[in-house]
């Protein structure tokens, strides 16, 4: 039976619930397994400032993975190790922004965020941009340091920059669309990647990839569910990342990181008529 070590998990569309909490049942189902001697990791999209108080909630101490893998920081949100963008591809994309007046956002480091201008087909503008400041003109900051991560908001702006963002040197970019109200393409550099940055910390841990498990729900999961040795795909998780895990789980499930957890064994099994997931192991 295989003994696992590491428990690496998205947040939002896995840890969190819609609202963008952390369930009861999942809080205890995260503290049961450091209890029973697995080291946790967050490894998401957001920032330190966006998510340090899931984190102290959760009772975490590990590094955290942050920025789509472009930050590692420490249990005090000090930098151990960063990928900032290349900063021809950063300029070229501000100066394509402020011609076309698209809604430009740069992450400088994390709570220091800022952007050309509010994009007017973009809804959840203030949930997404809790701490960004519209300067209208990019160059000059971006002069003096690299962004870590950009994002273009607004589905006609995503739908203009993805030319764009095919040429920019070392970088890649992803598609984030829910709904017709929230279009997000980010962009950041090629080599920086929750796989890259989990398998860092595996390594300065001494960790195998069998020893580890990884949960989560987009493209940008693909890479860390990859590399360890059980990559589970939430019940909601795109086509791509379903395709890329070992275990898929079915829907509707409240608490799909739980579930995972049983199904592995890291968990005593559910008791009868316990409300949970489908039963099974999943495809």
Known sequence: MTVYRLLALDLDGTLLDAQGRVPPAHRDAVRQAMARGLEVVIATGRSWHE?????????????????????VVDARGRVL????????????????????????????????????CQAPDFGPWEHWNPFTRVVGTLGPLLRRRPPLLMAVYGRSACAAAAPLARDLPHTQAALWAPSAAEH???????????????????QSRGYRPEEV????????DI??????GVGVAMPGAEPEVR?????RLEGP???????????????????????????????
Do not use: N
């Open 243 to 247: 395709a890329a895990a070992t275990l």
């Open 51 to 71: 998510m340090v108080d899931i984190y102290q909630d959760l009772g975490l101490t590990t590094p955290a993975i942050t920025l789509t893998g472009c930050q």
């Open 81 to 116: 190790w960063e990928q900032r963008m290349d900063p021809a591809a950063a300029e070229r994309l501000a100066a394509w922004a402020e011609a076309g007046g698209y809604s430009l956002v740069a992450v400088l480091d994390s709570g220091d965020v800022v952007a050309t």
């Open 253 to 283: 499930d409240p608490w799909p990181v739980r579930t995972a957890l049983r199904r592995l064994g890291v968990l005593p099994a559910a008791a009868d008529g316990e409300v949970g997931g489908p039963a099974g192991v999943g495809s």
């Open 213 to 220: 498990i990884a949960m989560g729900d987009s493209v940008i």
């Open 184 to 202: 997000v393409l980010c962009l950041w550099h090629r080599e920086a990647d929750k796989g890259r940055a989990l398998a860092a910390f595996c």
């Open 223 to 228: 890479p860390m569910l990859t590399w360890a």
